[in-house]
């Protein structure tokens, strides 16, 4: 919160209504704030003073002659979430001190919540929505989805793209261009967004949970090598938060083996590794624009391909199995996992500054990184030696050899959120939870995935994020105190 210069905004009870209209026409915010020794006794707004002028009181009468009604105010130790109910209530509301003095004020404008991750609109987005709407094409044909397909082709270095509806249903088209059995199972990481789990799930197959690298999050080759099986048929491996694993070892490992790779690339858009766009080195690689996301169509997903004969049989099964040389004759039992024209339209545009937007997600994770260095209780993750992480979210994690580690972490969530930061845990560890428990592998013990679940935070990172916004997050971090 800033300092302001409250004198236009408080008037003594001995001043006339004269006095208090003026001020409140310099200040603009339609409120001022009457106060006799310096404590605050009432609000009164420009309405007030004309209710009495009707009412027979002149302007030259004392501002303590206006009618006092029922005010609000909160103190200085607010509770945030308070405070934006009252907000959205009465506009203006009083930050008084013990001593009822007042020493701010809080309105909509001065008090933003601060979000994790918000997309950002400002470029060509609603020129091309308006292209498409006035062309008539609002579902899934028009101009902009082979457009939008053709450039992030280009941004990614890949030979076929195609869109779809989601990025779970990016997932699920991956794993239905198998053509897997029923019950084949598809390693995937324990610590991870659920879409992965669910898609396998929803394809029939089993889901084989492996444990995540502690510096990485992302699935530990140790761990992969021991739950996989004869069964095996694919890996979906997770970019978490713009991480990239050691992935050769895994590539070799995965090849010998006869298993297919699905790279989860939802947060990993803009990630390299070895200077090579992440989703090129599996057989599939998808990609979510949830709002989310780094770059955004509301909803809508993506899938790059290695092979031709993938991306042909993908595109059919995306669009109900349909032949494409024989309208409505259907050759396949495929889904409608289609992007509109209008989603596909802001695609183009979020695309045309996705380099911007990358550069300033890294920016904003270095920032806080170097804000923050000196706290010896959390963890930034080292920068790794091939990968180029992207930086979707900016996370830490508290450093689980502190007693009351997990408490901490809530704790400092909990301090943060009150004060109009939305700081968050991250995802938990699947076999956790009672509907996945059944995948678990029992040669393994999530180790490294509980730790993460108790103790990760991840921070605000969207790209219009405002570097004094991450230094009030970072102050506030600075002074939270450990018990
Ligand atoms: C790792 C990961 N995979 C898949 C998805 C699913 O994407 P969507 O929400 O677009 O279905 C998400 C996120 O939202 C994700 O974080």
Redesign the pocket.
Known sequence: MTNINLVNLLVNESETLRSALKKINISGLGVCFLIKDNKLINVISDGDIRRSLLNNLKLSNKVNKVKLKKFIFVKEKHDFLDLQNKISKYKIVPILNDKREVIDYASEKRFRQIPQSEPLLKGNELKYITESIKSGWISSRGKYVNLFEKKFSNFVKSPYSLSTS??????QLAIATLKLKKNDEIIVPDY??V??INSIIHSNCKPVLADVDLETLCISFDSLKKVVSRRTKALIL???YGNSPELQKILNFCKKNNIKIIE?C??GFGTKYKKIHVGNFGDFG?F???G??TISTG???MVIFKKYKDYVLAKKLRDHGMSQAKKYWHDEIGFNFRLTNIQAAVGCAQLENANKFIKRKIEIHKRYKKKLNELNYIIFPKDQKYTKNSHWLSYFKINDNIKNHKFIRNDLINYLNKKGVEIRTGFFSAQQMKIYKKYKDKKINYNNSKIISDTIITLPSSVNLKNKEIDYICDLILKYKLN
């Open positions: 989601s990025g779970t249903s990016a997932l991870t967004f879409s992965p997770v970019h978490l989860d939802a947060e998808t979510s624009f949830f989310n996301k909803e809508g997903g």
